[in-house]
């Protein structure tokens, strides 16, 4: 089924026809709510939610909510949602394994469990009434996920969208191996290392690894400044491995919203889009990468508390477009009166 407004709204409606009125109540929030803005990455214990939890869902709520998911993403974002979220009981049961090792101290595993890693630790927010209102939003947000839905008129948008993963690779338990944001990682490698050392030298900024994306949730939404390498320096192979990097960020969505971000790509050109990296060119060292046009922003970041480059952050922003900006404003400003 195409993917469009109407289909957004009745799979939306269909969801909420499976809750129980208590249930709805969490749900549903005003539109003006700060709620619908705010947004974070931290896991449960650290940040609170709006909503209701994944966990609270009966299994007809989760098989609407499936459908919602699979009609805004494309196959590998629909797939890497649940992934991570697999990866949030996984992370749990590593290092439950590392405390029956004696690795982690009594007041060490307190605080952990304390943090709420969880599969059902994930809220559905909705803001608005799909039913009834011509601007809503969706969120489902958790421990290194962010997803939000804003719908304005005819129009729909899908930024901020942060997806994370800790470990970015399970090294233990029959998981081993698993790795939610493998290309992400491995095409930002491919890239940064088929430069020659002057373009290398150019795309690669001074400093420490950042410990985090730089516009998380407390920080400035947008960079202004362009910084590393432009793609016209590039040769046409080298902007292949680009797009290659950049469309792993915008196919996670669904192919109708991922092709209007191609062709914004296209109309502007790879010219115009920088890339810079900081960190190692090797892995499981701390690195770091963005990726910068005047349309969008891409964010990379994998350093972990150990600083084993193993804990991915990464987020894909339009420009002036953060939870519908853009297009609620022109929504207004054509039914004012």
Excluded: C
Excluded at 12 to 36: G, H, I, M, Y
Excluded at 178 to 198: A, C, H, I, Q
Excluded at 283 to 294: A, E, G, N
């Amino acid at each position: 089924m195409a993917q469009s407004v109407p289909m957004l709204r009745s799979k939306t409606l269909s969801l909420l026809e499976t809750l129980d009125p208590s249930q709805k109540e969490l749900v549903l929030q005003p539109f003006a709510d700060s709620s619908r803005t705010e947004w974070t990455n931290l896991p449960l214990g650290l940040a609170a939610r709006k909503g209701l939890a994944y966990g609270e869902f009966s299994e007809k709520s989760k098989i609407a909510f499936h459908q919602i998911l699979s009609g805004i993403f494309s196959s590998q974002g629909y797939l890497k949602t649940f992934a991570i979220m697999q990866v949030d009981d996984i992370l749990h049961e590593l290092f439950e394994i590392q405390y029956s090792r004696g690795q982690i101290p009594d007041n060490a595993i307190q605080m952990i469990r304390g943090l709420d890693w969880d599969y059902g630790n994930y809220y559905l927010l909705i803001s608005g009434d799909p039913e009834k209102d011509e601007m809503w939003g969706l969120k489902f947000e958790g421990h290194h996920i962010s997803i939000n839905l804003t719908v304005a008129g005819d129009e729909f948008t899908m930024t901020p969208l942060f997806f994370g993963s800790d470990p970015a690779v399970v090294e233990d338990t029959q998981y081993a191996g698993l790795r939610p944001l493998s290309k992400e990682e491995d095409y930002g490698f491919w890239f940064v290392n088929s430069l020659n050392e002057t373009q290398k030298a150019k795309a690669t900024l001074a400093g420490d690894v950042p410990g985090d994306i730089i516009t998380s949730p407390d920080r400035p939404q947008w960079l202004e400044d362009f910084q590393g390498i432009k793609g016209s320096e590039l040769t046409e192979s080298q902007q292949t491995l680009l797009h290659y990097l950049i469309e792993e960020y915008i196919g996670n969505l669904d192919k109708e919203k991922a092709e209007e971000h191609l062709a914004t790509l296209h109309t502007r050109g790879m010219d115009e889009v920088y890339f810079a990296w900081i960190g190692s060119y090797e892995p499981m060292k701390p690195h770091y990468y963005v990726i910068h046009s005047p349309d969008f922003l891409i964010e990379y970041d994998n350093v972990g508390f150990l600083d084993n480059a193993n804990h991915i952050h990464t987020v894909f922003r339009k420009k002036g477009n953060d939870f519908g900006e853009d297009i609620l404003k022109k929504h207004r400003m054509a039914h004012e009166h």
